[in-house]
């Protein structure tokens, strides 16, 4: 089963820094999306994003959040200006295997900011 | 507003013996759920799935169960292992739009 890979995998920042979490997916695939989850709470949708668009996104992610597919390959998510409420995991996810319409998650960035 | 939650945020059972995860949703235009598992700093790894026009399904060691009537899914792994520790989330979507809404986890704890 092809993995998603996830860099880094923790990264810590100060308060008003920005992060830029990176993903990195098959390639020929088109459903993307980013999931948080802060530490011993539920997985949070924050956005979904089909041939290198927005699809939707929840109300988590406002301004202050964005995602970019710049060379048909990474997929970002960038956070302008951290908060310490961002403090969670972040998991990038494709859409499918062979045989489900589930997600295939990477292995996650811990960001933790200070 | 829409949610899925689960009864039991713990579950410590003997190696060996039948779990049940459970989880309750309230989005009855919900028509695809899936069952994951989430190990210590991993991200979550798909166990089983079902369709809403399904009340069971079954994979190695696992069932699913899907009861509409009362917007109920259980997970059942048999004769658990202790490999089979770690968080269990239950995620509904509808139909097209592949966007899941994640239950708030059951930890399960298998004892030697």
């Known amino acids: 089963e092809p993995e998603v890979t996830q860099t880094p995998s923790h990264q810590v920042t100060q308060m008003g820094q920005e992060v830029i979490l990176r993903c990195v997916p098959i390639?020929?695939?088109?459903?993307f999306y980013w999931y948080r989850q802060i530490l011993g709470q539920k997985v949070e949708f924050l956005v979904s994003f089909y041939n290198n668009e927005i699809s939707e996104k929840s109300e988590i992610f406002d301004d202050q959040f964005s995602v970019e597919r710049p060379d048909g390959s990474n997929f970002t998510l960038k956070i302008r200006s951290t908060k310490l409420e961002d403090s969670a995991m972040y998991f990038c996810a494709r859409l499918g295997a062979d045989t489900n319409y589930g997600y295939t998650f990477g292995s996650g960035t811990r960001l933790t900011v200070v | 507003g829409e949610s899925v939650g689960l009864h039991l945020p713990t579950l410590s059972v003997q190696e060996g013996d039948n779990s049940i995860i459970n989880c309750a949703y309230s989005?009855?235009?919900?028509?695809?759920f899936i069952w994951y598992k989430q190990e210590s700093g991993k991200g979550p790894q798909f166990i089983i799935d079902i369709r809403s026009n399904m009340d069971k399904r079954q994979g190695q060691r696992v069932t699913v169960l899907l009861n509409k009537t009362v917007k109920h899914l259980s997970l059942q792994i048999a004769a658990t292992q202790p490999g089979d520790s770690a968080v269990y989330f239950c995620a509904e979507t509808h139909s097209g739009t592949y966007k899941y809404i994640f239950g708030t986890g059951t930890r399960l704890k298998v004892l030697a």
């Open positions: 390639s020929n695939h088109l459903y």
């Open positions: 989005n009855s235009a919900s028509d695809y």
